[in-house]
């Protein structure tokens, strides 16, 4: 896959996506075949040919126009999405939006402002900032209820279940730098036997709801006569007004149906592109095929 360079060419492609986990390889495809499908060149980046790839971009003897970027956490790839701001690309989700808009405490007060129904909640401090608490009412959460760090994904640092102020206090010294937010439990209607947890993934402009289970975290298809049926265009409009918000191309959120619709998980955008054809727990495959057809489309609004 990997490509060499005339480094006494120019080149400039359309998109450029970097990536490196296995499992994208389904997105990449989609990406792939969408760009083929509007005439946009195509620039990946991976393992194999990241140096040479990185040498010709900072040379000037390679450039793009827009930037998809798929290899968060790996610090070698850092180099490409700096350049990309640097020299004014269009980048897909920028770093510094997705670190503002996945801080759950930031959310949490902008989705409340605008008028969005989420679950009870209390805000903490990080633990380096406030080592000691006020005295807390835990009245209001009920008799279990959940702690999450403000920032990560994965359910990382997230505790179920909890009961007392004494896991609260401890649970603040596993991110200490991190705010916290204490959350009720949302437990959601059923419609016809099945509990009204979805997810949502919104692409540029897009939005696609699927049913969630959070047990099994198996996906579905909310299908045009279920939205009709269950009143459920709800979760798109909502979700349009969280996309206006958080100023993200692309992104994931959770929302339970209860009395009301709650936004329960307000945004992810490090989403798992796996497949629902290669994973149980995977995305709907017309679901991710669909995402990248709309990221392309912000290539070609770029071309």
Known sequence: MGQSFDYNLLMQYDLCLPWYWEYDADFVRFVRNACTENSLSLWEITPGNLLDSTTALYLGHTTFRTLLHRGQGEARFHPIPRWAKEHGARRINPVEVSAWSEDKATMHLELISRGLHTPYTILLAPFVEQPVIPQLDLKPLGEHFVIKPSNGGGGEGVILGASSVREILQARLEFPEQKYL????????????????????????????????????????????????????????????????????????????????????????????????????????????????????????KQ
């Not at 509990?195 to 289970?213: L, S, V």
């Not at 009143?231 to 958080?246: H, K, N, P, V, Y």
């Open 182 to 301: 204490i959350q009720a439990h949302v437990t959601p209607c059923k419609l016809e036997g099945r509990p009204a947890w979805f997810r949502i993934f919104y692409a540029h402009g897009e939005t696609y709801p699927c049913w969630w289970d959070v047990d099994t975290h198996v996906y579905a298809n909310v299908t045009a006569e279920e939205e009709a049926r269950y009143e459920l265009s709800r979760l798109r409009e909502i979700t349009q007004r969280i996309a206006s918000i958080c100023r993200l191309d692309w992104f994931s959120t959770e929302i339970a149906r209860t009395d009301e619709f709650i936004v329960v998980d307000y945004v992810n955008d490090e989403i798992d592109t796996r497949v629902q054809s290669r994973a149980l727990d995977g995305v709907p495959d017309d679901v991710m095929e669909n995402i990248a057809r709309q990221l392309v489309l912000i290539a070609k609004e």
